[in-house]
């Protein structure tokens, strides 16, 4: 099923200010989850807005929070999110990077006590527009062992990176730290397919086609122990520096409906004539992604791709074409609707 | 055969001061050779000698650079390393960043104009035992396609990151951008052993287990489209960024004895009370190294290891019972001496 964004987005505000949430971070949360349907990033679009609410009703989640500064330097802020959902927070965190970094350079922000902070790739692309280079990550709820291990301490910890690229697309890295994302196997799982090697572990730590002993089980990270390294180094960041939840104290967003998250994340954004004029790095990466975008393709891959180009490609066309839905996601926000006593359905 | 790391850096030491290295300076590249050799990354180690030699005959190295600062902020700088051997260069900025950081905070150094930096480990390291967490990237020679491409345009990017761990060795990440570095597949061939899918293409992008057809393909990054979108920003931050060489116009240091490499490198550091006390920051990291540690391990798995803790035991054991090196390299070494009448030989 196709929707225009307008639409969904209108739908999901609603429905985020039925539940208390002020119009303005109705509009954050709702522009920031569309973006990963946009995307072609389902896994952190609207499918989440259910989880977002339910908690916001058990009071998990502080629906108009009030951030406060904890700490701060000529180029660091550390702040304390007030349990608010992780879109406010990180849109208010990378707002004062960006205005730091424009004003002194550089600028690091911390984040503790927030929640899911969604698609990664949109805050990124944020600082990218202002011709800087923003770095991005966030812990999350442990799904993921250590290198060697069967228990789940890590999460799927995202990283992400934006980079300007002058005429064309920002560059963006968006990636989870585990080979693919949980939801896939929790798909699998509810279809009965079988999942390939390499996706997960049993809940005794062997390797798994299972998809329903995967969801018991632990989700492999990329790379093995290259991707476990770099999910610590994000729990390390976003959780332990920032005085947030790390480790296996991240609750489940999806399975504990007692405790709020304490998530935290960690943003860096300088810029970039620190270095060298904008205008000369333009230049010069211009002249890298085309020799990366002219160079001869492997059998059977029709063209080579920038990271995030083909998200990049997919949002342009989504926004004048609509974006496909899940049946079962439209069900879940009607559902929800009606749950809530609004007469709107989509 | 088994040496110990203070005889090996005497017989090294000689050998870079012969071509005209400042003893100062041959003390830092023997430094950053041996601490590979000794946490067992021999691909890094005294291996590399006779190449950085050899450049250096040629006059495609600098023996003794005068590395200038070409632009500065309160907390960045960017050198021209002169074309010093990369271990000169990177200790230099390294020391930068750790003191910038030290007095405003955090601090970004960028270098180009340098040569091959060895093993990233000992650069991070050095910031970690400074209390700080520190951030360290250089690219390399292209070996590498962009994924679904078939010519080598990127390095196999090296990234490394040091974080304090209170009474725990620090955390070190050091990795490739690649599945395995390209010494693996150079050896496998001169051997005739098969590789493994997943290592390499030939050279028409085609994935093979044959190691001399990789030798004339390309290495693989780690994790697919993941690891390749990681070694670009490598070279967008070590090549693109700081003037160096970026792309398909890193000669090779192996192969191309006509141009000087300009290789770039980027560091960042950041002191940990911008955010906690490091008391407090140690606290929490020995917490979640502790439960890693403590954390049932998978089957036929001994024990499970923090990044750069299995490097940094091996260290220590090489450090009391000597390093083993193989019989090649001594031999190389041994060959090297006798070509510039040095009358010693290991």
């Known amino acids: 099923?196709?929707?225009?964004?307008?639409?969904?987005?209108?739908?999901?505000?609603?429905?985020?200010?039925?539940?208390?949430?002020?119009?303005?971070?109705?509009?954050?949360?709702?522009?920031?989850?569309?973006?990963?349907?946009?995307?072609?990033?389902?896994?952190?679009?609207?499918?989440?807005?259910?989880?977002?609410?339910?908690?916001?009703?058990?009071?998990?989640?502080?629906?108009?929070?009030?951030?406060?500064?904890?700490?701060?330097?000529?180029?660091?802020?550390?702040?304390?999110?007030?349990?608010?959902?992780?879109?406010?927070?990180?849109?208010?965190?990378?707002?004062?990077?960006?205005?730091?970094?424009?004003?002194?350079?550089?600028?690091?922000?911390?984040?503790?006590?927030?929640?899911?902070?969604?698609?990664?790739?949109?805050?990124?692309?944020?600082?990218?527009?202002?011709?800087?280079?923003?770095?991005?990550?966030?812990?999350?709820?442990?799904?993921?062992?250590?290198?060697?291990?069967?228990?789940?301490?890590?999460?799927?910890?995202?990283?992400?990176?934006?980079?300007?690229?002058?005429?064309?697309?920002?560059?963006?890295?968006?990636?989870?730290?585990?080979?693919?994302?949980?939801?896939?196997?929790l798909l699998a799982a509810k279809k009965g397919d079988k999942i390939p090697l390499g996706w997960a572990l049993d809940k005794d730590g062997n390797p798994t086609e299972d998809a329903e002993k995967a969801r018991f089980g632990t989700v492999l990270p990329f790379g093995g122990p290259k991707g476990y390294g770099l999910s610590l180094l994000v729990d390390i960041l976003a959780g332990v520096l920032t005085g947030a939840n790390f480790g296996s104290k991240v609750p489940s967003m999806t399975e504990d409906f007692e405790t709020p998250l304490n998530l935290g994340a960690f943003i860096s954004v300088f810029r970039i004539d620190n270095f060298m004029s904008l205008k000369q790095f333009e230049e010069r990466i211009e002249e890298l992604i085309n020799e990366i975008k002219g160079s001869p393709a492997a059998p059977n891959v029709d063209e080579i791709y920038l990271p995030g180009e083909i998200e990049h490609n997919r949002m342009q066309e989504g926004l004048k074409k609509g974006i496909g839905l899940d049946e079962k996601v439209i069900n879940d926000l009607n559902l929800l609707a009606e749950s809530l006593n609004i007469a709107e359905r989509i």
């Open 1 to 185: 099923m196709e929707y225009m964004h307008t639409e969904i987005k209108a739908f999901c505000n609603k429905i985020l200010m039925h539940v208390g949430v002020s119009e303005a971070n109705a509009k954050l949360v709702t522009d920031n989850l569309v973006t990963a349907d946009l995307r072609g990033v389902s896994s952190h679009g609207v499918a989440r807005l259910p989880v977002y609410i339910k908690r916001i009703q058990l009071g998990l989640i502080n629906p108009n929070p009030n951030p406060k500064v904890i700490k701060s330097t000529s180029t660091t802020v550390l702040i304390d999110g007030d349990n608010g959902l992780g879109q406010i927070n990180v849109t208010d965190g990378v707002n004062r990077a960006i205005s730091i970094a424009q004003e002194n350079g550089q600028s690091m922000v911390g984040i503790k006590n927030t929640n899911h902070i969604g698609i990664c790739a949109d805050y990124v692309l944020k600082v990218a527009k202002e011709g800087m280079i923003g770095f991005c990550v966030g812990n999350a709820s442990a799904h993921m062992a250590p290198w060697g291990g069967i228990r789940p301490i890590l999460g799927t910890n995202p990283i992400s990176v934006g980079v300007p690229a002058g005429r064309f697309p920002a560059i963006v890295l968006d990636m989870a730290t585990s080979t693919v994302a949980r939801g896939k196997i």
